[in-house]
């Protein structure tokens, strides 16, 4: 017989909030008892074409639900993602032309599968209904939800407050984030907790449309990206892309604090509550070193998304670069004519993005040519194979011809 509450102990593991936490164990004890599976929605605006492992926070729990019953309908905002969701934004987002929403859609489809079950997915697009919708039908939706609710909204609030405007098509989103819930008849609809407004107004609108349900709703908290501080984003840098190569993904997640690590996993790594708190605990009491838990966050994580093979791979490249101080296996070449000025180098290798980074890189230190530390940025390079570091992690082999 399952244990119940074990499951929901492990639902509620890293959850931010739970609305309706009893609809949850009652359809989960249904699937058991009676076989009914239920179905558990999350949405995603594909407004850049790869996930972080951010976004898997949620993923992941959905993953754990198909195990107990879910059918997962991962919603692709074709149709919103073309507004732009204002959760948590100062001023209007810009809009996305179709084409590039529909590219990133595309690259959605394929990442997800590396966490949650095809067979218990559903891939869903609300362009489908919210054209059908048509006009009448949004006039209809607007009719559903009071301006003097809609501006409590604490983004919204704050944008009134310093005078930045908000765009009417702003009002829209959480309505069909909405009505969503309402197409799709979910039971369950899971995000962010920046998300708290829009994923309410699904249940407050499954109401007014007589679905004959109200979705229970789970809120999952902003993973920290790799500084520590900020939520990962791309925007800021402090992400690891789902696509993101098996070294990097390793090195990076090595590169968190030890702190941050117990954070990462509780919410991303598969380890049940009962392995984590021993792990941690003999990390507390000195049996097991802090690095080497991290390591093993480091490959789970890698692993996941690359295989056994390649989570192997660059652990090896790891310990190879960082422990012996040794050169990558596998380098990208560049070409240049001689002489080559090193400035211009560490641009053409891709390892500073402009000259100005790569004169401060230089005078921070942080550059090296065949392992040796220099310091004068107007170094000439003359005909031959150089590899040229930057920091610990950037390398690339030069050929000056």
């Given at each position: 017989?399952?244990?119940?509450?074990?499951?929901?102990?492990?639902?509620?593991?890293?959850?931010?909030?739970?609305?309706?936490?009893?609809?949850?164990?009652?359809?989960?004890?249904?699937?058991?008892?009676?076989?009914?599976?239920?179905?558990?929605?999350?949405?995603?605006?594909?407004?850049?074409?790869?996930?972080?492992?951010?976004?898997?926070?949620?993923?992941?729990?959905?993953?754990?639900?198909?195990?107990?019953?879910?059918?997962?309908?991962?919603?692709?905002?074709?149709?919103?993602?073309?507004?732009?969701?204002?959760?948590?934004?100062?001023?209007?987002?810009?809009?996305?032309?179709?084409?590039?929403?529909?590219?990133?859609?595309?690259?959605?489809?394929?990442?997800?599968?590396?966490?949650?079950?095809?067979?218990?997915?559903?891939?869903?697009?609300?362009?489908?209904?919210?054209?059908?919708?048509?006009?009448?039908?949004?006039?209809?939706?607007?009719?559903?939800?009071?301006?003097?609710?809609?501006?409590?909204?604490?983004?919204?609030?704050?944008?009134?407050?310093?005078?930045?405007?908000?765009?009417?098509?702003?009002?829209?989103?959480?309505?069909?984030?909405?009505?969503?819930?309402?197409?799709?008849?979910?039971?369950?609809?899971?995000?962010?907790?920046?998300q708290k407004f829009n994923l309410l107004m699904g249940r407050t609108l499954q109401r007014i449309y007589?679905?004959?349900?109200?979705?229970?709703?789970?809120?999952?908290?902003?993973?920290?990206?790799?500084?520590?501080?900020?939520?990962?984003?791309?925007?800021?840098?402090?992400?690891?892309?789902?696509?993101?190569?098996?070294?990097?993904?390793?090195?990076?997640?090595?590169?968190?604090?030890?702190?941050?690590?117990?954070?990462?996993?509780?919410?991303?790594?598969?380890?049940?509550?009962?392995?984590?708190?021993?792990?941690?605990?003999?990390?507390q009491s000195g049996e097991y070193h802090p690095k080497k838990a991290k390591e093993d966050l480091a490959?789970?994580?890698?692993?996941?998304?690359?295989?056994?093979?390649?989570?192997?791979?660059?652990?090896?490249?790891?310990?190879?670069?960082?422990?012996?101080?040794?050169?990558?296996?596998?380098?990208?070449?560049?070409?240049?004519?001689?002489?080559?000025?090193?400035?211009?180098?560490?641009?053409?290798?891709?390892?500073?993005?402009?000259?100005?980074?790569?004169?401060?890189?230089?005078?921070?230190?942080?550059?090296?040519?065949?392992?040796?530390?220099?310091?004068?940025?107007?170094?000439?390079?003359?005909?031959?194979?150089?590899?040229?570091?930057?920091?610990?992690?950037?390398?690339?082999?030069?050929?000056?011809?």
């Amino acid at each position: 017989m399952v244990d119940l509450m074990q499951i929901m102990q492990e639902i509620k593991r890293g959850v931010a909030e739970i609305i309706d936490e009893e609809r949850i164990l009652n359809l989960i004890k249904n699937f058991y008892e009676n076989g009914e599976k239920f179905y558990v929605k999350a949405g995603f605006d594909p407004t850049a074409p790869d996930l972080h492992l951010g976004h898997t926070v949620v993923l992941g729990k959905m993953a754990l639900l198909q195990k107990h019953g879910a059918i997962v309908q991962f919603l692709i905002g074709d149709f919103t993602g073309q507004i732009g969701d204002p959760s948590g934004k100062s001023v209007t987002r810009k809009k996305l032309d179709r084409q590039t929403v529909l590219k990133n859609a595309k690259t959605y489809e394929e990442q997800v599968f590396k966490i949650l079950d095809p067979n218990k997915t559903q891939i869903m697009f609300n362009s489908k209904w919210t054209n059908e919708l048509g006009a009448s039908g949004i006039v209809e939706l607007t009719s559903t939800f009071p301006v003097a609710r809609m501006l409590e909204r604490d983004d919204f609030e704050k944008r009134i407050k310093a005078g930045n405007p908000i765009s009417i098509s702003e009002f829209l989103y959480p309505l069909i984030q909405g009505y969503d819930s309402v197409a799709m008849k979910c039971d369950i609809e899971m995000g962010g907790t920046d998300q708290k407004f829009n994923l309410l107004m699904g249940r407050t609108l499954q109401r007014i449309y007589n679905v004959g349900k109200e979705q229970a709703v789970i809120m999952m908290p902003l993973l920290e990206g790799l500084d520590g501080v900020n939520k990962m984003s791309k925007s800021l840098g402090n992400y690891i892309g789902v696509t993101d190569s098996a070294n990097d993904m390793f090195a990076k997640t090595l590169s968190v604090s030890d702190e941050l690590m117990w954070r990462w996993y509780e919410l991303l790594s598969t380890k049940n509550l009962e392995e984590i708190n021993r792990l941690k605990h003999a990390v507390q009491s000195g049996e097991y070193h802090p690095k080497k838990a991290k390591e093993d966050l480091a490959y789970e994580i890698t692993a996941r998304y690359h295989g056994n093979d390649a989570a192997n791979v660059a652990r090896d490249e790891f310990n190879k670069i960082h422990v012996q101080n040794q050169i990558p296996t596998e380098l990208e070449t560049f070409d240049m004519s001689a002489p080559a000025w090193i400035v211009e180098a560490l641009t053409r290798c891709k390892l500073s993005p402009t000259n100005s980074q790569a004169r401060r890189d230089i005078t921070a230190n942080a550059v090296s040519v065949n392992q040796k530390k220099i310091d004068d940025e107007q170094l000439k390079l003359e005909a031959g194979e150089y590899v040229l570091q930057v920091g610990k992690r950037k390398f690339a082999k030069l050929k000056v011809v």
